[in-house]
């Protein structure tokens, strides 16, 4: 297929048409590596005309619908294909529109022929999404690389990957093995690679047929040996209707595995330390319930009560973080938690009192949520208490707002309104006021009318 497009561009030499196709295991490795869409461009009898001769299109993250091979690219819509034709200079971010009518960007390359003619552009197509991902994957040496006599291009194009790559012949055998691969298989005990059979270099039993057959099956694997684990890909690229190629790209993933074991140990460690701290959380609090029914002292059991629902306060945070082993918590999840823990345990259930908490959702901290868990516990304490005392129904609204420097919490109720009091004169917002300053290096506001209710706000910093 591809030797018929070249042919039906009417440009070409037979000496350019196989460099073409030469080119062809070169875009579909980068197609591969950056898993993008990478093009063959050849220029044609007109001038502001050009043919798709080759698509090396991804399987999930193509721009396209389907292989465009055989499509004409316009100078009105690809504009710097034609500029790379004319100057024989690489593009670089172009923006153009595809044969679907999309926008991309484009990075373009010259591919010439011995007598220094530009015969063929190589293109890397992206969106903008894409862009910041191209940037990092392909470095700004490539165009450097890719720029040069064929004969010595797919040699320094795959020395520049990172990754191990081995190309194969008709029948099989090694043909090139760039610097990663060679010295990967040293280390595995194999000191020469070219020239031998892919059976004697693959990782697991295999015949060459069956790959260029079933590529599918050998796509992609993951191969332990030794001390290494390999990320294993069989390519197979045609070189025309009745030959194919593989190639072999081996990822040294050992280092990145050890890690991600690593960090799996310490996630199962420290969610056993929250699940722990939990537990001995919980414990004490029950021991202050036995404590509890113990005393006579009316203003003894409310100050062990709200000892109690300060504790559980602060176990709800280590409950959440031994089921996530992850050190930061969604405050709407927390807040959602403590609410309904302290409805179920304190709320007097003759009377219809509803938590309602709406807002941004975000996550923060440990350390943070467990501050904020306590000042939220203080105050819907409070309201609870003493918001309702003269009516049977009302309201406890939460409302969470996220800013760019500080982020705040507002608690409103419907209920009878207070006296502001001084922190002085009150445990509770003393705990508030601290809590508020030193740990959340945030401000405190209260505001209550007669019988209009109370509303507490507190931000804390980001």
């Known amino acids: 297929m591809l030797k018929l497009l070249c042919k039906i561009c009417a440009t070409l030499s037979p000496a350019d048409i196989e460099i073409v196709e030469q080119m062809s295991n070169v875009a579909t490795i980068l197609g591969n590596i950056l898993d993008m869409d990478v093009f063959l461009d050849c220029p044609t009898k007109k001038e502001d005309e050009a043919m798709v001769v080759f698509h090396a299109r991804p399987e999930k993250n193509s721009l396209y619908t389907k292989n465009i091979a055989g499509e004409i690219a316009y100078r009105i819509d690809e504009p710097a294909v034609f500029r790379t034709f004319e100057t024989g200079l690489p593009s670089r971010n172009y923006k153009a529109v595809t044969q679907e009518k999309a926008n991309v960007l484009q990075n373009i390359l010259p591919i010439f022929n011995s007598l220094d003619e530009v015969i063929c552009t190589v293109i890397i197509e992206y969106n903008e999404q894409q862009r910041e991902f191209f940037e990092k994957e392909y470095n700004k040496k490539s165009t450097g690389i890719l720029i040069g006599q064929i004969d010595s291009l797919k040699d320094r194009v795959t020395e520049y990957i990172n990754d191990g790559i081995i190309i194969f ?16 298989y040293e280390k595995l005990g194999v000191p020469s690679i070219v020239g031998e059979s892919f059976e004697n270099l693959y990782f697991e039993r295999a015949k060459y047929n069956d790959i260029v057959e079933d590529p599918e099956k050998y796509k992609q ?15 197979v690229s045609k070189i025309n209707e009745n030959i194919k190629r593989v190639t072999l790209i081996i990822k040294d993933i050992t280092e990145e595995k050890k890690y991600e074991e690593e960090l799996k140990l310490k996630t199962v460690f420290i969610k056993e330390i929250h699940h722990r701290v939990k537990n001995n ?22 100050i062990l009560d709200e000892t109690i629902n300060r504790i559980l306060s602060i176990a709800i945070t280590h409950e959440i973080l031994s089921t996530t082993g992850i050190d930061t918590i969604s405050i709407k999840h927390i807040l959602e938690i403590l609410c309904q823990n302290y409805f179920k345990n304190n709320v007097d259930k003759s009377k219809k009192i509803e938590f309602n908490i709406v807002g941004d959702e975000f996550s923060i901290s440990s350390d943070k949520a467990t501050s904020v868990a306590l000042v939220v516990n203080e105050i819907v304490q409070n309201a609870t208490e003493h918001a309702f005392t003269t009516k049977d129904s009302g309201n406890v609204d939460i409302k969470i707002l996220k800013g760019e420097t500080f982020s705040k919490i507002i608690i409103s109720d419907n209920g009878v309104g207070m006296e502001v009091k001084k922190e002085s004169d009150s445990m509770g917002l003393l705990i508030i006021s601290s809590l508020v300053k030193d740990k959340l290096k945030g401000n405190l506001e209260i505001r209550s009318k007669k019988s209009k209710g109370t509303t507490i706000e507190f931000d804390f910093k980001n």
Do not use: W
């Not at 012949?169 to 990967?184: C, D, E, M, Q």
């Not at 694997?221 to 390519?235: A, G, H, S, T």
């Not at 414990?283 to 002292?297: D, F, G, P, Y």
């Open 169 to 184: 012949n008709r029948n099989g055998h090694a043909t090139y093995a760039n610097k990663v691969a060679k010295i990967l």
């Open 221 to 235: 694997k993951e191969v332990r040996i030794l001390d290494f684990i390999l990320n294993v890909q069989c390519l």
């Open 281 to 302: 959380l919980q414990t004490v609090a029950s021991l202050l319930r036995i404590q509890k029914r113990r005393v006579k002292n009316l203003e003894m059991k409310k």
